[in-house]
C-alpha cells in the first residue's frame, strides 16, 4: 500500500494502530491568525535610492508593493502568534499553568493549520477523556495500558486558539486563568471549547461574557457568535443585556418608558442637565428603531405645554402691575415652556408628525391674546414656534392644507413681527435669521395670490417701519410681484395666440 494512503486512513482513523489520529469539524475561531507556510520570504523592498517616485510607478509595480507591504504584515503576524504558542508550551511544559503529578504524557497531539503549519505537545489522555467529549468518544475504544497514541486535529483555522483550549483542560480554576483576556480572545476560546465537547470551558467563557462590560463592537461579535453555537439554554442571561423578553417589550410598556423620559426632562429642575437630556434624548429619537415613540404621547405633551404657557401668561398679566412681584423668574418660567414646546415640535417635525399640531397652534387665540398684553421681553420665545413651523412648511416637512397654513400665520404673524427683533438679539445663538426668513417667505409663497397680497402688503409697511428688527422677507416680495403682474400679462398674451390641432394616426 503506498505511504500515501496508508497516512491518509490513519488520519481517518481506520487502521487499529497503537497510534491513533484524526480531524474534528472544522471550527471557525473569531481572531484569524495567519501562521507561516514553506514558501520563501518575500525579496526585501528595495532602498530610496532605486525606488521610483510614485507618481512614475507603473500599475504593476504600484500592485506588486501593496503585496510586498500585505506580506510583510502578514510574516510579523505570524512571528508574533509563534512566540506566543512557544510561551504556552514552554509553560505548559514547565508545569505553570496545570495541575502537578500526573507524569509523562501518554498522547502526542498534533494541530495542524490549514497553511501546514504544525504543533505537536505531550499530554494525557485521562485528561482529555474526563474533560472532552469528543476526546473521550474519539479515544474510548482504545484502552490499552502502556500504549502512547498520537493525535491529529488538522485543519484548523488557529492553531494558537486551539493549543490555548488544550492547556485550559488542565488548569484547577479556568475563571482565574481567563481574566485580563479580551472578548475577541474568549469567543475564539468558546467556539473551540463547544467544538470539541469541553463543557467546563464553554461555561467558564460563557461566565467571562456574562461578568464584562463590551463595546459596541464588541457586542455585536457576542450576538454573532452566540448566534451560531447550539446553545440555547445557556446563553440566554447573556443576551438579556441585548435584548428584552417578548412578555416584557410590548407597546405599552415601552410608550410608558418614551412617556416617563420626556416628561422627566420637560420637569427637570437642573437647566444644564435638562439641556444635556435634551440633546441625547432628540439624537436617539431620530435614530430607526423597531418600536418608536407615539404620536400620542407626544401630542400629550404638546397639551401639557400648552396649558402651561397659558398659566404662565395668565400669571403674567394679573402681575405686571405689581412692582413687588419678580418678573425675572416669571420670564425664566414662560421662556422654559416655551423652550419645552419647541423641543416637542422638533420631536413631531423630526417624526413627521407635527401637521395636527400647526393646526392646533392655529387654533390658539386665547394664548395669542394673552401674549399680546405682556411685555416682548417676557414673551418672545413663544414666537419661536412659530418660527420653527415657518421654516418647516418652508423646507418641505410638514405638510398641511392651505387653510392651515394661512391659519396659523393669521393667528401668529404679527406676535413674530412683533417678537423678532428681541428672538434675534436674545437668540442669536440658537436663532438662524436667514433660516427663519427663507422659511417665512416659502411658506407664505405657498398661499393664494390674493393671501400673499395681503400678508406682504402688511409686512411692507412694517419692514418700512421697523427695519431689522421685522423679517426680511424681499424675496417672497419679488415672487409674488412677478407673479402678480409681470407673468400675468405675459400669460394672457401668450394665451390669445394659443392654437390646438388634432391629427389622426393610422393604426
Known sequence: MASREVSTMIKQGFISDPSLAFSPSRTTALSKISSPTASPPPPPPPNESTRPSHSNLTLFEMMSEEHNRESKTLDESRKKS??????ILTDFKNGIVYAYGLGPGDVRLTVV?????RVTMDVHRRVLSEKSRFFMEKMSSRKEKGVSHMVEISECDDVEVYVETVVLMYCDDLKKRLVGENVCK??????????????EGVMSCLEYLEAVPWTEEEEEMVVSCLGELDLPDLVTSILQRVSSESST???????DIYLQLLTGVLQAKDDKARREMKSLIYRLLREESDHDVSKNILYSLCHRCLTSLVLCLSEATSQMNDPGKDRGVLMREIAREADNLVWVVDILIEKKFCEDFVKLWADQKELADLHSKIPTMYRHE?????ALICVGIGKGRILVNREARFSVLNTWLEALYDDFGWMRRASSRSLDRKVVEEGLSQTILTLSLRQQQVILMKWFDRFLSKGDDCPNVQRAFEVWWRRAFVRQVVTEADASQLQITLYDYPK
Open 186 to 199: 474568549i469567543l475564539a476560546l468558546l467556539k473551540v471549547s463547544a467544538a470539541i465537547m469541553f463543557d
Open 249 to 255: 417589550s410590548s407597546s405599552s410598556r415601552t410608550d
Open 82 to 87: 509563534h512566540a506566543r504558542v512557544a510561551k
Open 113 to 117: 493549520g490549514r497553511d501546514g503549519y
Open 382 to 386: 413663544i414666537s419661536r414656534i412659530t
